[in-house]
C-alpha cells in the first residue's frame, strides 16, 4: 500500500526540484534555494514538530510534504487506515503541474552568469 505512495510522492518532489534547476542559473543556487525553501516548509508540514498554531497548518496543506507525511503515515499504519485519496490528488496535481513549469523552463545552454 506504501509502494503508490513513495513513487507519487517522490515525482512530486523531485519535478518541484526539476523546476529549481530549470529557473536557477548554477547548482550552487538549486542548493542554497532548494535549502531555503525546504526548511520552512518542513516547519509548516509538521515534520518537526505536530500540533503548531492552525495558520502554519493551513500553510502547510497548499504544499505537498505535507501531504506525503500524511499519506506516508496512513501507508504505514499497522491498524491499515485508508489512505486518503486527497493527498495522492496533491501530490499528483504538484507533480504535473511542476513537471509542466520545469519543462516550459528548460533551456539547454546555461542561463547567463551560470557555471555548474
Request: charged share 10%; net charge neutral; aromatic share 10%.
Amino acid at each position: 500500500m506504501g509502494l503508490p505512495v513513495l513513487v507519487v510522492g517522490t515525482l512530486a518532489l523531485a519535478t518541484c526540484g526539476f523546476v529549481l534547476a530549470a529557473l536557477l542559473p548554477n547548482a550552487r543556487a538549486v542548493g542554497a534555494v532548494g535549502l531555503v525553501v525546504l526548511l520552512p516548509l518542513a516547519f509548516f508540514s509538521e515534520v518537526f514538530f505536530l500540533d503548531g498554531p492552525e495558520w502554519m497548518g493551513s500553510v502547510g496543506a497548499l504544499f505537498p510534504l505535507l501531504h506525503f507525511q500524511n499519506a506516508l503515515t496512513q501507508a504505514r499504519d499497522p491498524a491499515g487506515s485508508e489512505l486518503s485519496g486527497t493527498d495522492l490528488a496533491v501530490l499528483a496535481t504538484w507533480g504535473v503541474v511542476a513537471a509542466a513549469v520545469a519543462v516550459r523552463s528548460f533551456r539547454w545552454q546555461p542561463r547567463s552568469g551560470g557555471r555548474s
